[in-house]
């Protein structure tokens, strides 16, 4: 079996597994991730190795409270306030402190790293009682798109990584990336936090990173969080030989939100496309406003529908 639910003696194996360099999924209230220890260089390329992923994509790392990311990166005041948002759906992209004892493979050369406090409780218990930060990216084979749920991280990794099931994942897609540079902030990766909430909380504008920027951030890749099915985009209906995820009032048999609630589609965006890719080789998909979290959607259906190297 390698999906275990959530009692004392399957976290302590799991946050000891983390302890002794070993590769292990949970849930976040994002998707799940797929975690080892960022202080243990073997235990991260164990990370990349396990996805496949690029080695010059950096890795997010997870801390159970705001007192231990101050210990592993620069704060200024802007970083503070937004610290208002954790724990939650937000991750910041700061200056890595020089005492901090990660790998360097976690940053993938970068002298910043990126860093959050996740929502989802099981998440924060397990980080806690291991007692080392955490890297994971999303418990997927690299570009593939990402998990909500302990069976399809299962299924993903053909059951080779033990997942700690925490259900399925509340927002359904990652996390918001952003840069903090003294006092401006750039949107690095739109997510499960909405700009405009950002904007509103903080009293000044977040800039958005220009298409094709260097890669400082998970989620920037051109193409990324792909279905093996083809995808195309803004389709008012499918053509013949095409799965139909739909959006708003009577729109399609499978819909990511009948009421049009980007709350609700968010969250069923990538468990309604792993469904669908099951049985499709080709997806059309409706459109879907760009305001609020419609923006995190789109960048994820855009990726998606990429062209594939």
């Known amino acids: 079996m390698t999906i275990f639910t959530p009692t004392a003696a399957n976290i302590a194996r799991f946050a000891a597994d983390l302890r002794a360099g070993r590769v292990v999924a949970f849930a976040t209230e994002t998707v799940y991730g797929l975690g080892a220890d960022a202080t243990n260089s073997d235990a991260v390329l164990a990370i990349y190795e396990t996805k496949r992923r690029p080695r010059f994509n950096p890795l997010i790392v997870h801390v159970s409270d705001v007192m231990t990311a101050r210990g592993l990166v620069d704060f200024p005041p802007l970083a503070e306030r937004l610290a208002r948002f954790w724990p939650g759906p937000l991750t910041l992209v ?13 940053t993938a050369g970068l002298d ?51 997942v700690l099931d925490g259900g399925a994942s509340s927002m359904g897609v990652e996390s918001t990336i952003l840069a903090v540079n003294g006092d401006s902030v750039t949107q690095l990766r739109a997510g499960a936090l909405a700009r ?17 920027a260097a890669i400082a951030a998970p989620g920037m890749l051109a193409s990324h969080y792909a279905p093996n099915a083809m995808l195309r985009l803004d389709a008012s209906e499918p053509r013949d ?7 708003g009032v009577g729109d399609g048999a499978l819909n ?29 998909v409706a459109p879907i406003p760009h305001h609020g979290l419609g923006e995190a959607i789109n960048d994820r259906l855009k990726r998606a529908a990429a062209p594939r190297g």
């Open 112 to 162: 910043t790293v990126g860093i959050r406090v996740p929502a989802h409780d099981l998440a924060r218990r397990l980080i806690a009682e291991a007692g080392v930060p955490v890297a994971a990216p999303s418990a997927n084979p690299s570009g593939r798109l990402s998990p909500t749920s302990a069976a399809q991280v299962d299924a993903a990794f053909h059951g080779a990584v033990p």
């Open 241 to 247: 030989g095409e799965a139909y995820l739909g959006f």
């Open 196 to 212: 405009d909430e950002i904007e509103a909380a903080i009293g000044q504008g977040v800039a958005v990173a220009k298409s094709g």
């Open 256 to 284: 990511l939100s009948p009421s049009g609630d980007l709350r609700e589609a968010a969250r069923n965006l990538f468990a309604m496309l792993h469904q669908l890719d099951a049985t499709a080789t080709r997806i059309a």
């Open 94 to 106: 700061l200056p890595r402190r020089p005492e901090a004892r990660l790998s360097d493979l976690v």
